[in-house]
């Protein structure tokens, strides 16, 4: 977790407040921490010492010694250093436009190849190339009717041999005999899964490669391996000199310290990413979003591509016009509801606002996706004339509502009241920039995660009667006297 | 190959590289210093221990060995005693070699529901086979049923493995819900008075909110028709992940209430030590390890040879 690194960074630099000094040590403390998180993040052991040694090396520098916040400035550092381990990055799969392109994949088992292999079937399909897939898995079973329904689901051909008296190679050399006579652009390899301590099932890997001679040889590799990655990586290297990495299974909430370890043993930038089991649902490599997830930061990117992705760019405007002028009715505020919801669960979007993540974590009860379910449903059941006229709604009205959507008419009027004061802060929002909005995003969200239907941070409502609670007040009185007369001893 | 001499090769590696750091580390008759420490832990880490669990046994050799003369021996036994105090657990989980079926929980009333869930490709419907193969040796009768209603081919795997095995099978077509499958297994299972009715899952991952209410539904669809069921819930772990681990058993043991483990494809170099700091902090035990390809790769788990293989300086 950033959060977790940057709570570890600033109490190893917490003297600073107190009058102390930044010293050597003391950034060494604050780099243990980050080291123990790239650990956590199964990033390999002796990857993250040599990494840490050099961002000490770094932040020794008088750059950070003189910083304001020298906490942030060392995750600066960290973050900048993990992007540069991780890239160049190289999206470009080097297919020869003339000739036939030969992409053969390998990986350990259960890694997600086969997945892979359609995924890039699709992608090279979108940019207009005829691919054909070869099913050279003869090893699982039902390997082969895999391949078969992904080529059926994307109208790609695939080349098949049936398991018995055959072999792997045979099926290559043939799949590419086939391939030339189809005339299609790009043959992709699916190879059985295999440990890379298997030396034949690794020589066999060596014959395929000779045999067919490809042009970029892709190791898959699962996100979620530990230290392991390492091991198997190298070895896949040495066998075939790999082009590229993909990364699979990043869907998951893995830190994914294992794309450090293998570009770092293996040298081969990291090119795609597998992000979901549906055939779209692979992407780019971006290091810099990487280094984020690894140091548990947000990815604001990913956040905006997918906001740009689902959102009707003029949707949004009249929206946001419709705010200024103070016209914002529920009607609007339901439809900003869904498109927000299309986007995926709040939780994850949530989880990639710098800042939030943590607040997620120490609020675990909050159900936003539930209360935004609830919130649409009072706002079904009202009339067109009350969504465009909020303030008419009275007891009566409440009621009926209430009963519509199955809830309280106390949650109808609280959700009332929350649109009411949200669309003050819509029009408040409407004139600041867009640094100023993400603070006021960030301060709702601290302040208002309780209700996730809006408000801003509102003061606590005290009881006129005094707490309800005599002895725990006391108690609270108690401990801030102690707390005082020992800070006195402190000082003195 | 008894399951020691499987482990030991699978371990081989692990060994090897823990037997040369005793060695680089730890010599006899020299001061063991912080250094030295802190260089175990790296390869403590090295194993997917994780950081608490090796943390938590370096500190049992500072405390207790700080300063002192190195005892070559001594140190190990206290390395092996913790990591098998770990492994063991307290909650009484049984593993007795002579009874391969020894850490399951069989129903009274047949038939004994077994539900294997996992993250994907970790070997969820190779280890079910294994399960099924060992189980059918030991003279029971089994059932499968092809949850796994979501990936491409994977209900034609399951038959396929059946068909090998000579044992009855559940299936709906692709795409049906996987509970309506779970709920009809349980049906021609109690029809036909089968033993174990083992009920495959599609794989998953644990944060996806939505499979995971589906893996509740699942439960309790098959706890309506067999109260009581499923008598075993096992989750499948590749080997080969690391501290992500601790999720995935935190995420299903939440949604399936996980009983078990199987430590799938142990035959490489990964050490699978990420099941040490799950016992650790799930308390979830490793019942059954996964060491090759073939059918009869399916070992029991046992905590003392696991360690003893990790840690065996006979060879």
């Known amino acids: 977790m950033f959060e ?47 990494f840490i040694k050099r961002c000490t090396e770094q932040a020794l520098g008088d750059a950070v010694m003189k910083s304001l916040r020298p906490d942030q400035q060392i995750i600066g550092i960290v973050h900048q250093q993990l992007v540069e381990l991780m890239g160049p990055t190289d999206h470009s799969l080097h297919l020869r436009k003339d000739t036939l392109g030969k992409i053969m994949m390998c990986g350990l088992q259960g890694s997600g190849k086969t997945t892979t292999c359609g995924k890039l079937a699709k992608m090279l399909k979108e940019q207009g190339k005829k691919p054909m897939l070869v099913a050279a898995d003869l090893q699982r079973p039902a390997a082969i009717e895999q391949l078969k329904i992904i080529g059926q689901q994307l109208g790609v051909p695939v080349y098949s041999e049936a398991p018995a008296g055959t072999t792997p190679l045979k099926v290559c050399a ?44 892709l190791l898959v590799c699962d996100a979620m391996t530990g230290q392991d990655a390492v091991n198997s990586a190298k070895a896949f290297n040495e066998a075939l000199e790999l082009d590229g990495v993909i990364l699979t299974k990043l869907d998951g909430d893995t830190r994914g310290g294992a794309a450090i370890s293998v570009k770092e043993v293996t040298g081969v930038p990291i090119k795609f990413i597998g992000i979901g089991e549906q055939l779209d649902k692979l992407e780019p490599f971006h290091p810099d979003r990487m280094a984020g997830r690894i140091l548990g930061m947000g990815d604001i990117v990913t956040l905006f591509e997918k906001a740009a992705e689902q959102m009707d760019e003029a949707e949004v405007l009249r929206q946001q016009e419709k705010m200024a002028a103070g016209k914002f009715t529920l009607e609007d505020f339901r439809d900003q509801m869904k498109m927000i919801r299309k986007m995926g669960s709040l939780k994850d979007l949530m989880k990639m606002i710098p800042g939030l993540g943590g607040l997620l974590a120490s609020n675990p009860d909050v159900d936003a996706d539930g209360d935004m379910g609830r919130i649409e449903a009072v706002i079904n059941s009202m009339t067109p004339y009350e969504r465009n006229h909020p303030d008419k709604i009275d007891r009566s009205r409440r009621h009926r509502i209430a009963r519509g959507a199955g809830t309280d008419p106390a949650d109808v009027n ?79 | 190959m008894g399951f020691f001499d499987k482990l030991k090769q699978g371990l081989q590696r692990t060994k090897q590289l823990l ?3 005793v060695r680089d580390i730890f010599r006899s008759g020299e001061i063991l210093d912080e250094a030295k420490l802190e260089q175990f832990e790296g390869r403590l880490i090295r194993t997917d221990m994780g950081v608490a669990a090796s943390a938590l046994i370096v500190g049992e050799l500072r405390t207790k060995y700080l300063g002192r003369t190195l005892v070559l021996d001594e140190l190990w036994g206290t390395v092996k005693e913790t990591v098998r105090g770990l492994l063991k657990g307290t909650d009484g989980t049984e593993w007795n070699p002579e009874q391969p079926l020894s850490p399951l929980k069989f129903a009274a009333n047949k038939p004994t529901v077994i539900l294997v869930t996992g993250v994907n490709g970790t070997g969820k419907t190779t280890s079910i086979a294994k399960l099924a193969k060992l189980l059918t040796t030991s003279g029971l009768k089994v059932m499968l049923a092809a949850g796994d209603t979501f990936r491409a081919a994977a209900v034609e795997q399951l038959t396929m493995w059946s068909s090998r095995l000579g044992c009855e099978i559940v299936t709906k077509p692709s795409g049906t819900d996987p509970a309506s499958v779970a709920f009809s297994g349980c049906e021609e299972a109690l029809k036909s008075g089968v033993d174990v009715l083992i009920i495959d899952t599609a794989g998953r991952l644990h944060n996806q909110a939505n499979l995971m209410k589906e893996l509740e539904k699942i439960r309790r669809v098959i706890d309506k028709k067999i109260p009581g069921a499923p008598h075993e819930c096992l989750l499948v772990i590749d080997a080969t992940t690391g501290q992500n681990g601790l999720n995935q058993a935190q995420h299903f043991g939440e949604a399936a209430h996980c009983t078990g483990i199987v430590l799938a494809k142990l035959d490489g170099t990964a050490k699978g030590g990420v099941t040490v700091a799950i016992r650790q902090q799930m308390g979830i035990p490793v019942k059954y390890v996964g060491v090759g390809e073939q059918i009869d790769d399916l070992e029991l788990f046992n905590p003392e040879q696991f360690v003893d293989a990790l840690f065996d300086e006979s060879k």
């Open chain 1, 414 to 492: 609280r959700i009332l009241k929350d649109f009411h004061q949200m669309s003050g802060m819509a029009q408040k929002m409407s004139g600041l920039g867009a640094m100023d909005r993400m603070k006021a995003v960030r301060d709702l969200a601290q302040g208002g995660m309780s209700n996730p239907g809006g408000g801003l941070r509102m003061p606590k409502e005290r009881s006129k009667r005094g707490p309800a609670d005599e002895r725990l007040a006391e108690e609270k009185r108690k401990k801030a006297r102690k707390d005082a007369k020992k800070q006195k001893k402190r000082n003195r």
């Open chain 2, 19 to 21: 037997l040369t750091d």
């Open chain 1, 174 to 217: 043939n799949g590419l005999i086939a391939a030339q006579k189809a005339g299609v652009d790009v043959i992709i390899f699916d190879t059985a899964g295999r440990l890379h301590v298997d030396q034949d099932l690794m020589k066999e890997l060596e014959q395929i490669d000779r045999k067919v001679q490809p042009d970029q040889i």
């Open chain 1, 4 to 50: 977790g690194i940057a709570n570890g960074l600033k109490s190893a630099l917490s003297v600073l407040g107190r009058g102390g000094k930044l010293t050597e040590s003391n950034i060494r403390d604050g780099l243990a921490q980050v080291r123990k998180a790239l650990l956590e993040a199964d990033v390999h052991y002796d990857v993250a010492t040599s």
